[in-house]
């Protein structure tokens, strides 16, 4: 089973890249953030020709989320689990193949001195404590998504300059550890431990050409996905292509539950 997230950075701009990538990598589940649109101007048409259902939670001109699977989704809900009052399209989850696939668009949160950095930090602690009570559950899950945090400094270009940027800042990256220390494994960075790689290169200043990018696109496996985890990797290709997103797509594959031994 394959699952991928990718922040395409409005779906109207970027649907030719994201139908080109669909054909070419075949990803049974892809998370989508960054729509910028509402469920009504959604491309259903087009995706559902491409072989793909889709589950959209949408939001005019800012945010918005969606999953489209191969395989019937079930159980699907808008919203994260707690916070309720949130008034921005941020988060979505579906059942696939028995597998809870929880796609999601952690806030920016720049700059630190204002609400913006408050409104990521309630949200973060949101989400740890939804994947809390998944993991109390016993429910197979996936959190698949544009994270907007650099983990260490692995994962940023430059840590000097991002050292007190909303992705890199010690509060956030406090809140992520705290995620990922109940138990949850970073599908890409689990098998490949030491690469400085990275899933987005801002438009600006030849980011892209210089390599000078940031690594804030995870797929976080609860325990029972992590023992299936046979691949993991950033395809960089659609950042290269005509008219892009700042994002590149990551991906995982997990092995059948017969397979495993």
Known sequence: MKIA??????IKVRLPRLLEWLEEAQPDVLALQELKCTEENFPFAQIEAAGYRAAVHGQKTYNGVALLSRHPMSDIRR????N???????????TVRGVRVCGLYLPNGNPVDSEKFTYKLRWMEHLR??????????IPFLLAGDFNVCPSDADVYDPAVFAEDALCHPQSRH?????VYLGLTDAYRALHPHEHAYSFWDYQRGAWARDHGLRIDHLLLSPWLADRLEAADIDKAPRGRERPSDHTPVWCTLADKEKQT
């Open 5 to 10: 997230t990718w922040n395409v950075n409005s």
């Open 79 to 82: 919203g994260l689990p707690g």
């Open 84 to 94: 309720e009052d949130d008034d921005q399209s941020r988060y979505i989850e579906a």
């Open 129 to 138: 404590d939804h994947a809390r009570a998944m993991l109390k559950a016993e």
């Open 175 to 179: 809140l992520y550890r705290q995620i």
